[in-house]
C-alpha cells in the first residue's frame, strides 16, 4: 500500500522567533506605512491630478451615499451618460470589504486608508510566506518589509490602481496557503485559498487576477511534484491539486456576484466592441522601458515623460 507522507514539521528556523513576535511586525509595518501615508493623519486624500481616484471619487461617494442611507448596493448610476448599470458596469470595488470603510466613514478617507491598509497587509502576509519557508524572524521581517515597500507595490498609490494593490497584497496570502494546502495537507488552508481568490476577483482587477492565477497554478504543480527530503505520493499529490482547484473555484464563485453582471454588459461596454490588435496592444509595455525597472527616470515621469506611451502610470521600479 503507498505510505502516506509524515506530516510536515515547521522548522526550527520558524520556531525561532522572540517574544511578542506578531506585536513586533505589527508595529514595524504600521510605521512603515504611515512613514509613506502620513498626510492621511492630517485628513488629507492621497490623490493627485494623474490618479484613477481622481475620477473615481465621484461614483464612490454616490455608492457610499446609498449605502449610509441604508438603500444597500446602487444598481443603476444616474449620473453617468444619461444613466449606466452600477454593478455590471464595474464602478471599482463595489463587493470588496473596503466598501464598509466608505460605508462608515467619508468616502475620500475611505479611499485613502483603503491604499495604506493594504501596503501593511502586504508585509504581513510576506512575512507569514517566508516564516512558513523557514526563513528566520529577521529576514522574513525584512522580506515583508522589502515587499510592502517596493516600487512595484508602494508606488501604486500615485495612480491610484487599488486593484492592482489589493491583488498584489493577496499574492503572498495565496502562495501562503498553497504552501499550507499542498505541501502540509492543512485542511484549513483550502478555504482561505478560496477566499483569497474571491477577494481578487472583488478587486476587481480581472488582469491581475489571472497573472495571479496562472502564477499560483504553476506554484501548485511545482510544490506537488518537487522532489526533496520529503516528496508528496502521487495520489496524495493529485488529491491536494484537487483540493487546491475546487478551493479556486469556489474563489471564483465567490466573486460571481462582480464579474457576472459585467458579462451580460459586455456587448454593450465602451471597451466590449472588437476593435482589432492595435487596440488591444495600446497599453502593452513598450519594450525600451524595460530599462525603468533598474533606472525608474529613464523615461521621465508623468508631465516629463518622453516614452511611446501616452498615459505613463507604470510603476516599473
Request: no cysteine; hydrophobic share 50%.
Amino acid at each position: 500500500m503507498p505510505q502516506i507522507p509524515p506530516r510536515h514539521r515547521e522548522p526550527a528556523a520558524v520556531l525561532d522567533a522572540p517574544r511578542l513576535a506578531g506585536l513586533w511586525v505589527t508595529v514595524v509595518y504600521a510605521l512603515a506605512t504611515l512613514a509613506l501615508g502620513y498626510p492621511a493623519l492630517r485628513g488629507a486624500f492621497l490623490v493627485n491630478p494623474y490618479s484613477d481616484q481622481y475620477g473615481g471619487f465621484a461614483y464612490r461617494e454616490f455608492a457610499s451615499s446609498m449605502l449610509q442611507q441604508g438603500a444597500g448596493f446602487p444598481q443603476w448610476n444616474p449620473y453617468i451618460l444619461g444613466g449606466l448599470p452600477y454593478m455590471a458596469a464595474q464602478h471599482g470595488d463595489i463587493f470588496y470589504p473596503t466598501f464598509v470603510l466608505r460605508a462608515i466613514i467619508p468616502a475620500d478617507a475611505a479611499m485613502t486608508w483603503g491604499f495604506l491598509i493594504h501596503i501593511f497587509l502586504a508585509g504581513v502576509f510576506a512575512y507569514g510566506l517566508l516564516r512558513a519557508w523557514g526563513f528566520r524572524f529577521h529576514p522574513a521581517l525584512t522580506g515583508g518589509l522589502a515587499y510592502m515597500l517596493s516600487g512595484q507595490i508602494a508606488s501604486l498609490v500615485s495612480p491610484g490602481h487599488d486593484g492592482k494593490l489589493y491583488v498584489s497584497a493577496l499574492a503572498p496570502l495565496l502562495l501562503w496557503m498553497i504552501l499550507r494546502a499542498v505541501r502540509d495537507g492543512r485542511i484549513w488552508a483550502y478555504a482561505v485559498i478560496a477566499l483569497a481568490t474571491g477577494l481578487s476577483v472583488l478587486s476587481p482587477h480581472y488582469q491581475m487576477t489571472y497573472y495571479l492565477g496562472a502564477f499560483a497554478g504553476a506554484y501548485t504543480l511545482w510544490l506537488s511534484f518537487r522532489r526533496d527530503e520529503a516528496p508528496l505520493e502521487r495520489r496524495t499529490a493529485l488529491l491536494r491539486i484537487a483540493g487546491a482547484l475546487g478551493a479556486a473555484l469556489l474563489g471564483m464563485g465567490i466573486g460571481a456576484v462582480q464579474f457576472a453582471p459585467f458579462f451580460e454588459y459586455l456587448p454593450y461596454a465602451s471597451r466590449g466592441v472588437a476593435r482589432g490588435w492595435e487596440y488591444a496592444t495600446s497599453y502593452s509595455q513598450p519594450p525600451h522601458e524595460l530599462v525603468n525597472a533598474y533606472l525608474p527616470q529613464f523615461t521621465g515621469f508623468l508631465e516629463t515623460y518622453s516614452g511611446p506611451n501616452g498615459i505613463k502610470l507604470h510603476s516599473d521600479y
